[in-house]
C-alpha cells in the first residue's frame, strides 16, 4: 500500500544576512519547503511507498519542487504544476532578538481543487497525512482538503494530522484554526502536535492539562513532542513519554516533519491494524521516530537532513 500527503509545496527564501530585515537583507538562500512536502521526502528517503498531492506554479520554482520530490522517490502524479498561478513563496529573516520578519506570498498550493483529488485513487492507499500550514486558509485548498478526509474516512483509511500552527499566518485566524483542528483532531487515527499546539488547540493552562483533555476527547493516538526531552505519547487512556537521542543540534528545520514521517513509514509496514498495536509496539515506533527527527537537526536544511535519512537509523 501506499501513504498520500496533501498540502502545500511551497519555496522558502531564507534570508542569510543576519539580523536584517527583509527589506534590508540581500542575500536569500533557496529551499524546497512546505511541511507535507518535507513528510512525503523523509518517507521517500525511508524507502517508503509515498506520493504527494500538492499545486505548484508552472515555473522554474515548481519544477524545481517536482524533481526534488522525484529525487526522493515520491510519487508526483498529483503534484499539478498550474500555468495560470506563480508557486507559493515564504520569505522569512531572523532578527537578533529572536523574531522573525516573515512574508508569506500565496500562490499555486491554495488553487489545489476537490476535482483533482477527485482524480486520486484512495483504494490503493492505507495512510493518508493532512499536515498542511496552508490548508485551514481560504481557497479551493480549503475544500480539497475536508473533502479527501471524508473520503478517507468513509473507506476506512488511516488518518494522520499534524495541525502546523504557524503564527505569522494564523495571528488573526486563531479560533478558525482552532475549531478546525478539532475536526481533524475528532477523526484522526494518529496525530503529531508540539507542546505549543497541544496548548493552543485545547486551550489548558499547561501540558497535563493539555494530554489529558486530547485524552479525554480524541479517539486516535497522539503524540506531543518536547524537543530534546521526546515525545509524549497519549494512547488507550494514558500518556508516557518515550525519551530521545542525545545530538548536536545544527538546524531543528523539518525535525518534526521527519518525525512524522518516521511514524508513518513505519505504520505503513505493519501487518497488525493500528487500532491492535499496542504500547510496546508504539514505544519502538515512536523511539525511531525521534531518532529520525534528531539526525535531522544534524545537518543544515531539512532536504539536505533527508538525503541521510534511511531506515537502517531504527537498527
Known sequence: MSVLCIGEALIDMICT????????????????????TNVAAAI?????????????????????????MEDFHVNTTHLHLDPTYFTTFAFVSLMLDGERDFVFNRGADAQLTKAEIEQINVDDLSILHFGSATAFLDGPLNEAYYHLKD?????????????????LLFGNL????????????NEADFIKLSDEEAILITGEADLDAAAQKLLDTCQGVFTITLGKEGTLLGLQGKTYVIPSIPIQPVDT?????????????????????????????????????NKAGAR????????????????????
Open 174 to 185: 486563531q479560533e478558525s484554526f482552532i475549531r478546525q483542528s478539532w475536526i481533524f483532531l
Open 44 to 68: 521517500g528517503a525511508l524507502g517508503g511507498n509515498i506520493c504527494l498531492s500538492a499545486k505548484v506554479g508552472d515555473d522554474p520554482f515548481g519544477r524545481q519542487l517536482k524533481q526534488v
Open 17 to 36: 544576512d543576519k539580523g536584517q530585515s527583509l527589506s534590508e537583507g540581500q542575500h536569500f538562500l533557496k529551499k524546497p519547503g512546505g511541511a507535507p
Open 296 to 315: 535531522t537537526c544534524e545537518y543544515l536544511g531539512a532536504m539536505e537532513a533527508f538525503k541521510h535519512l534511511t531506515n537502517r537509523i531504527f537498527s
Open 253 to 289: 528545520t523539518g525535525a518534526g516533519d521527519a518525525f512524522v514521517g518516521a511514524v508513518l513509514y513505519q505504520l505503513d509496514q505493519q501487518n497488525t491494524p493500528i487500532a491492535h498495536l499496542g504500547f510496546p509496539a508504539w514505544e519502538k515506533i515512536i523511539q525511531n521516530a
Open 151 to 167: 473520503k478517507a474516512k468513509a473507506q476506512g483509511k488511516i488518518i494522520s494530522f499534524d495541525p502546523n500552527y504557524r503564527h
